[in-house]
């Protein structure tokens, strides 16, 4: 996967930020690490150092410090290389914002918000205090970047990304088609030459065979845990690696392990284009929707993606030297389907972009490329790509995608060879696939929830209704509407998701919400 726009979806909480529409940072809590008394159905927990199999070190305790904002931040050391725990280890990074009722404290919750790529732990400094109160009082929130990302031994595969997010990701020449493959040679190399040694190691399972390790060293005998999009993956593995030491798994916007990259892609393709129709009959039917185009949006947005793919628009409002071009205007309209909320900023970008100005498209992609505003990069795509090409494999032969970029416009017009073109990165990727897709099984789990959103354009709902049959008796969730995941949209989900957390009943069969 090549940029956040793939696979595992965006990074829920800097997208909600882009839009103004992201909860303010957390506010200062109680910092104390006492274990509390457990309700019915808990184990306790303990600080003393877990016993690990197969000659892997014990766990020592995190040795939490402030760090502003009324959190705490740690870290542990894991094996790099599994099969080897003797060998080289890694430092992973964690945040944790303490429970607010120490005396009625259950545990840990461990969140991850998604990619691959996406940091823990900047998720948690943004988002911790939209979590309901009842969490917050009985739960540790913590945060933790996975290997390879962000402050856990960070991949880092070139220096500014400004040169390779300009390149046409939907080349429709032979010189656009050569500049791609020049352009991904040289990230590939970069990789290579400056991370060749953890490239082999940051798949899905390592990750989750580190969140045991962490979930040891906060001193929970059992995992309660919410993955978010490319966070399911983690969360499903985890369970089936280690069923007897799950307490409470929340597996929203859920990706399908039996899906290989090409088949990923495809479904991914199609589900954006639908929800790009919908936002175009939306804004069609709206008279105040900016882009609304006499009720005619949709052959307006054809129009003008054909005139930035000929020339690329200036920023001219916010003054910015860089032209915005196919791959920025792209992935500014994929964005903006991660929540109902971005449909009117993206109707405001296109009306600009009309104009001849590409400023509020590149404001938006920005924030999903990891850019940040004095224009340095978190290493946000360069582990995209690095786990996504682990995690799922995929053609090798890059001169195969014209042929697929045709076949898959027959049924998402527009997106179809956008996702096509994705590939090439994994096709050039230089460590091998590590992971076969396959059915999933978590047997002697307890029950676990599944969520999904039948408007979801980055993990179509018919994943999460595989990956519940998958994880069976797993309980699934149905959120009606639109948008990528769902216990921070709905309510009624997240109603459901708290009294599973805390109390460890699991929601009816077949709850449906909006």
Known sequence: MRRPRTAAGFLLAVFLGACGIAPNPSPSVSGSTAPSAQ????????????????????????????????????????PRDYANPAGPSIRLAAVRLAAADPKRRIGSLVINPGGPGGSG??????????????????????GFDPRGINQSSEIRCVDNLDHFLAIDSTPDTAAERSQLLDGERTFVEGCQRRNGELLPYVGTENVARDLDRLRAALGDQ?????????????????????????????????????????????QQARSFEAAFNRFLADCARRATCPFRERGKPGPAFDALMRRIDAKPLPARAIEDDRLVGPTYAWEAVAGSLYSRGGWGVLA??????????GSLLLLLTDPLNGRRSDGSYSNLIDANRAV??????????????PAKAQAWAKDAPRFGPLFAWDEVDCAMWPVPPDRIPAPIAADGAPPIVVVGSTGDPATPYAWSQSLARQLSPASLLTRRGEGHTAYFFSSCIASAVDDYVIDLKAPKAGLTCT
Do not use: M
Request: aromatic share 8%; hydrophobic share 40%; charged share 20%.
């Open 121 to 142: 732990i900047d998720f948690v400094r943004g988002s911790a205090s939209s979590f309901p109160k009842d969490i917050r009082d009985r739960f540790d929130i913590v």
């Open 39 to 78: 309700p019915s159905g808990n184990t306790p927990a303990t600080l003393s150092p877990a016993p690990s199999p197969r000659g892997v070190p014990a766990v020592t305790p995190i040795a939490w410090s402030d760090c502003g904002s009324g959190l705490e931040c740690g870290s542990i050391l894991v």
């Open 222 to 266: 059992k995992l309660t845990y919410l993955g978010l999009s490319y966070g399911t993956l983690i969360g499903a593995y985890y369970a089936q690696l280690f069923p007897d030491r799950v307490r409470a798994l929340v597996l929203d916007g859920a990706v399908d392990p039996t899906l290989d990259l090409d088949e990923l892609h495809h």
């Open 388 to 401: 996504s090409c682990l995690d799922f494999p995929a053609a090798r032969d890059p001169s195969a995608i």
């Open 348 to 357: 405001s970008a296109l009306a600009l972009a009309e104009r001849g100005d």
